[in-house]
């Protein structure tokens, strides 16, 4: 059993930052990644970023690579998205997520998932 709680979303501008927070409760944390996914009204949920129990190991989608990074503090359980250079095509309904397999996190199926922060880019 896995808890997670997302906050960080607002209202911003195009071209202004915002970081996103994923706080993780309820494993050892390090058994775990932890990725971020967004999903924009009627449409599917889309994968952004991964991270594992390394720093070193980061994956991002095509659209992310460049402007968000993605981190982790093991220490206090959580992991965050730092977004720049925001664009409307960026706004959605951002959520993260905690699978012991890679694959199953990069193609949305896991188990554990938090509530969701909104994330609106005006032009």
């Known amino acids: 059993q896995v808890q997670l709680v997302e906050s960080g979303g607002g209202l911003v501008q195009a071209g202004a930052s915002l970081r996103l927070s994923c706080a993780a409760s309820?494993?050892?944390?390090?058994?775990?990644?932890i990725g971020w996914f967004r999903q924009a009204p009627g449409k599917e949920r889309e994968f952004v970023a991964a991270?594992?129990?390394?720093?070193?190991?980061?994956i991002y989608t095509d659209s992310a690579k460049g402007r968000f990074t993605i981190s982790r503090d093991n220490a206090e359980n959580t992991v965050y998205l730092q977004m720049n250079s925001l664009k409307p095509e960026d706004t959605a309904v951002y959520y993260c997520?905690?699978?012991?397999?890679?694959?199953?996190?990069?193609?949305?199926?896991?188990?554990?998932w938090g509530q969701g922060t909104q994330v609106t880019v005006s032009s």
């Open positions: 309820g494993r050892t944390f390090t058994d775990y990644l």
């Open positions: 991270i594992g129990w390394s720093a070193f190991t980061t």
């Open positions: 997520a905690a699978d012991p397999s890679i694959t199953k996190l990069r193609h949305g199926v896991s188990d554990y």
